[in-house]
C-alpha cells in the first residue's frame, strides 16, 4: 500500500517504503480470530484499530490504565505473525545511545591503541573509528535492521515515563521509518514494521506524536470478557469459581483504590485459588490470597472482611443473573 504526504517513509530515489507483507490481513475478524488464537481476545474497536495500523503504515497508540493490555497486544502480534519482537522499554532519562545507537567507544579505544603500536605512535584516523563495525544498534536501529529480513513488531513501551524531549526524537523515526547517523548517513527500513506505542497517561503525549498515530484507548474488560480471558488462560479451572472471580474483580475496581488490579492480576488470583483447589468465593480465601490482587497496603486493607463479604455477595448476584 503506497500514498502521498509527510507521513509516508521513502527510501533512496524517493520509493515508499512498503508495508510488510507478512502483516496482511482482509479484515477486523480475521484479525481477531489470528490474535485469538495467539491468545488475546481483543475486542471489536481495538482489532479495528489494529487492522487499520497495519493496512495503512501507521503507529498505533494504546493509552489506558496498567493492566489492561496494551503491552499484550504487540506481543500477541509477533505471536500471530511469527515475527520477532523489538520492544524499547522507555523510563526517565532514556536518550538517542539507548534507544537507537551508540558508538562502541572501548573498542575505538582499544583500535587506536593497537593503531598507535602497529604505526609508531599515530592512532587510528577518524575515518576509521566511526563505521559499521564500532556500531552499537539499539531497539530502534535494530528495528530498522531487522525489517530486511523478516517480520518485525516495534513495541515503544510506556512511552509517558520518558522524558518530553525523547519525543521530538522519536518524531523522525515515526514519520519516516528512519534514522539519521551523522557518521554514516541515513538508516532506513526496508519495510515498514507495525509499531506499538503504549502510555499509560502519567502525562500527556505531545501532539506531533498523536499526529504520526492511531490511536485507541483501552479499558478494563466486562466481566464477561475478562471471564472469556480467564478461561482461555486457564481452561481446567471452575467455570462458577472463574465467573465470582470476574465479577468480584470488576466490583473491587469500582472502589477508590491507589491501583485496580489489571487483567494479569486476575489470572494470577485465579491461578492461586486453582492450586489451592477452591471451587467458589469466600472471605478467608480471598483475605488469604489478596496479595496476588492487590500490591499496595492501603487498598489490601480497604479490602477489610466487610468489604470482602460485601463484593462476593454482589458477584455471586451477578453470576446468578447470568455472567
Known amino acids: 500500500m503506497t500514498g502521498n504526504g509527510a507521513d509516508n517513509p521513502r527510501r533512496p530515489g524517493g520509493t515508499p517504503v ?19 488464537d495467539a491468545g488475546y481476545l481483543v475486542p471489536r474497536a481495538l482489532a479495528t484499530s489494529t487492522f487499520l495500523a497495519l493496512r495503512m503504515g501507521k503507529p498505533l497508540l494504546l493509552e489506558g490504565d496498567p493492566g489492561v493490555g496494551k503491552t499484550e497486544l504487540a506481543l500477541a502480534l509477533s505471536r500471530a505473525f511469527d515475527a520477532e519482537l523489538v520492544r524499547l522499554q522507555c523510563y526517565e532519562g532514556l536518550d538517542m545511545a539507548q534507544a537507537a545507537y551508540e558508538w562502541n567507544y572501548p573498542r575505538q579505544l582499544l583500535q587506536i591503541r593497537l593503531a598507535e603500536a602497529r604505526e609508531g605512535g599515530e592512532g587510528a584516523g577518524i575515518q576509521d573509528l566511526f563505521t ?33 524531549p525523547f519525543e521530538a526524537f522519536l ?3 515515526l514519520s519516516d521509518f528512519q534514522l539519521s547517523i551523522p557518521e554514516l548517513g541515513t538508516r532506513r527500513a526496508a519495510r515498514r514494521p507495525p509499531v506499538i506505542i503504549t502510555s499509560n497517561r502519567t502525562r500527556e503525549i505531545h501532539d506531533a506524536i498523536r499526529r504520526r498515530c492511531l490511536y485507541s484507548l483501552v479499558a478494563y474488560p466486562s466481566p464477561e470478557r475478562e471471564l472469556a480471558i480467564i478461561l482461555a488462560h486457564l481452561p481446567d479451572i471452575d467455570r462458577r469459581l472463574a465467573a465470582e472471580v470476574a465479577a468480584f474483580v470488576a466490583e473491587l475496581r469500582a472502589m477508590q483504590l491507589f491501583k485496580r488490579p489489571g487483567v494479569a492480576e486476575t489470572v494470577d488470583w485465579c491461578t492461586a485459588l486453582y492450586h489451592m483447589n477452591r471451587i467458589s468465593l469466600d472471605p478467608d480465601t480471598v483475605q488469604e490470597t489478596v496479595g496476588t490482587l492487590l500490591k499496595y497496603e492501603d487498598d489490601i486493607e480497604r479490602a477489610d472482611p466487610e468489604t470482602v463479604a460485601q463484593l462476593i455477595g454482589q458477584a455471586r448476584n451477578k453470576v446468578a443473573s447470568g455472567l
Open 18 to 36: 512498503p508495508v510488510a507483507a507478512e502483516f496482511a490481513v482482509d479484515s477486523p475478524d480475521v484479525l481477531a480470530e489470528r490474535l485469538r
Open 132 to 164: 559499521e563495525d564500532f556500531l552499537l544498534p539499539r531497539p530502534l536501529m535494530h528495528a530498522l535492521d531487522a525489517s530486511e529480513h523478516g517480520p518485525v513488531v516495534l513495541l515503544i513501551d510506556e512511552l509517558d515515563r520518558a522524558d518530553e
Open 171 to 173: 518524531l523522525e523515526f
